[in-house]
């Protein structure tokens, strides 16, 4: 054999560990409530692999006995490559492929493999199923051997699956959930589920619509306006709208002992945030720095409007009525 031939042929060996090795963690990490409405929606890939997560022994056989047979195989043939080229003196060099192993045939495929789970575990599945058919006469006897380890307890992959927004989702497509359940029950379910999907910028009062008053505005000029307008919370630009630089509210004005004194002076400084931040997000920010206001900025820093928590909330809940309220904030 020369270098070529070996070079090809301890890649192949490599390919085939790290798609075993992949596949495994794969299996494991997949969401399995999109396995099986992909399953129920005849997708085959999903069916078989439904099928191995309810015999989990027979699959971590297949996978176990694939890794380590090219593992061997890979081995045996740089071991023989170098006995026949260099001398039994150099058997050292083999192992240098423990690296590549190491590296390529495990870390970096399972990686890869976790990441994508959802959507390669329906294409790996058929072909682990293939090798556990050719793989029979070995991987029947491991699969015994484990459950005679194990007391006799068969164990399935598809327990303990963790719970996701996604596949709540799903759960609630399934007509028998949708007859169990109220109209506004499931109305609520998915508002609370697609909350965690939204950005700050589809929650936010546009700066077109932003009811604003200038830093010198005092404070005997600002109680009209809070009075007319309806808003418990106001925003405070200096010298041109779009630069709002803070918030004052309707309660700062009540304790203010001075009516001459500006806006500027009473306000709270405002807590700038991107558009593209998450609702989710946004909500536990506001929550931890115990405010319930923030303006919308862009990624040049440019004003694109104003959120306050009361909005966060009535994505969620619907709308809200403060004993301010008169208009939309």
């Known amino acids: 054999m020369n270098w070529p031939k070996l070079i090809a042929w301890t890649f192949f060996c490599l390919a085939m560990e790290a798609f075993f090795s992949g596949s495994e963690i794969a299996l494991v990490s997949a969401d399995k409530s999109k396995l099986k409405q992909k399953a129920k929606e005849g997708e085959r890939g999903a069916q078989i692999a439904m099928a191995l997560a309810r015999q989990p022994e027979l699959f971590f056989s297949t996978t176990l006995l694939g890794q380590n047979f090219f593992i061997v195989a890979n081995s045996i043939l740089i071991t023989f490559f170098i006995f026949d080229h260099y001398g039994v003196e150099y058997e050292w060099m083999g192992i240098l492929l423990s690296p590549l192993v190491l590296l390529f045939g495990e870390a970096l495929p399972k990686s890869v493999f976790q990441y994508a789970a959802d ?9 682990i199923f293939l090798f556990s058919y050719l793989f029979y006469p070995i991987v029947r006897p491991l699969s015994w051997l484990t459950l005679l380890l194990l007391g006799g307890v068969q164990g399935s992959l598809l327990k303990g699956s963790e719970v996701t927004a996604e596949s709540l989702e799903l759960l609630l497509q399934e007509s028998e959930v949708q007859r169990e359940l109220s109209p506004l029950f ?56 779009p630069n709002i630089i803070g918030v004052v509210s309707f309660s700062h004005l009540l304790l203010a002992k001075n009516l001459q ?51 966060i909330l009535e994505e969620v809940v619907g709308e809200i009525q403060d004993e301010y309220d008169k208009n939309e904030p």
Do not use: C
Request: proline fraction near 6%.
């Open 261 to 311: 004194i500006p806006l500027g002076e009473l306000m709270v400084p405002a807590l700038r945030v991107s558009g593209s931040m998450g609702v989710k997000d946004l909500f536990l920010l506001l929550r931890d720095l115990k405010k319930n206001f923030a303006v919308v900025v862009d990624k040049n820093g440019a004003t694109l409007g104003v959120v306050t928590l009361e909005d």
């Open 186 to 241: 499931k109305k609520s379910l998915i508002k609370i589920l697609s909350f965690a999907k939204k950005y700050t910028f589809e929650v936010m009062t546009p700066l077109a619509d932003v009811f604003s008053l200038s830093d010198t505005t005092t404070v005997l000029e600002a109680i009209p306006h809070l009075r007319e307008e309806g808003y418990s919370n106001i925003p405070v630009y200096k010298m041109r709208t």
């Open 119 to 127: 959507r390669l575990t329906p294409l790996v599945s058929p072909i």
